[in-house]
């Protein structure tokens, strides 16, 4: 019979949980950085090169020899190009003669082809790029556990690096349960729903740099369920199991991760999505998430994708969030709630209205919310209050009306 545990974590207390317990993964594997974009470093990365390995010019112009402009502005009607100065190109390195570069702009030349300055240099080496200006031979260019980004893409490979060790991609085994399932794009018997999670579940994996590996359609068989959820444990870094941890007479998921393993977090305190749960069997975490769809979406974003930040050396990320104007009373719940909210903008303004689902169908509900609000247990928030809203886009996407 299942009971109700005393601990019931809300959000924020899930989150330190999955930081107290999900360690990254130990595998690697290297990769060209050309295609290294969103893996993380498993190791700190050091330059090869240094560069410019000469002096440079750090824009169009002309190299001079700074001692030529000590007294003042030389007289210049007898320099020659080659001997005198020599024309400078943005990130060419400059002749060993010269030692400074003066700006084309400021360099003009008469119908004979004489040169002369519209200013001279103020010191020695100005406008030139030092040695090492971009690497230096030996610098950290990428820490451990940093993300490659573009940017630092580029860096690489100016430094030298063709190929970098990265952390493996997480591997992340999903089992769909439930006798009422049958797989996407078959015709759905009476009495049957198809089972969506899976796919959705892939893309937030693939999101966040993962490797998905999908078991077909569990049946509501404890020795079947046992069966796939010790060879996920086997074959995965992190192991996500779909529906059968309510009340009813089929839900043995918490018995059964009661059997494989060690269950931390039975029940969260919040919903939608409280029968979401957190186990280890040995070392590998395995999270139990509602089944309907709206709640394992939910419960997914939230601590899947967290889970597996921290499994690639990345820290817990907090929705990003607006401040908004509620536009009716919201009140809590015997429970914590995230409540959905529709953010529009209004005279400069932005007015956050409390969104109820009844009578709308998935899609529906989802076009017409775009924010949520965190309530704790049994708050009271009225009207005009400024709260901060976490939101599905950026708020550049808000509606005006």
Known sequence: MYKVPEFLPGRDEMFRILEDNIKPVTRTETVRVADSLGRVCAVDVLAKNTLPNKPTSA????SVRFEDFSEGM?????????????F?????????AFDTVIAIEKVA????????FLSGPKNSGERVGLVGG???AGELIAHQGE????????????SGITNIKVLAKPKVAFIPTGDELVPAGYETPLGKNIESNSLMLKAHINECGGDAILYPIIPDVMEKLTEAISSAIEVADLVLICAGSSKGNKDFTIELLERVGNVLVYELGHGPGKHCSLAYAGNTPIIGLPGPPMGADLTAGLYVKNAMHLMQMQPVQSPYAIEAELTEDVNGMAFDFIRQLK???KDGKYLAQPIANQGMTRAEFYHQTNGYLYIEKEAVIKSGTKILVEMRYPKEYVEEV
């Open 343 to 345: 953010v529009v903008v």
């Open 147 to 158: 993300r490659i980004n573009a940017s630092l893409i580029g860096m690489l490979l100016t």
């Open 59 to 62: 824009c169009d112009g002309v």
């Open 88 to 96: 400078s190109n943005t990130g060419v390195a400059i002749n060993e």
């Open 74 to 86: 030389p007289d210049t009607r007898s320099w020659v190009e080659g001997k005198d100065y020599c």
């Open 109 to 116: 030349f008469d119908e004979k082809g004489k040169i002369s």
């Open 134 to 136: 971009q690497s230096k």
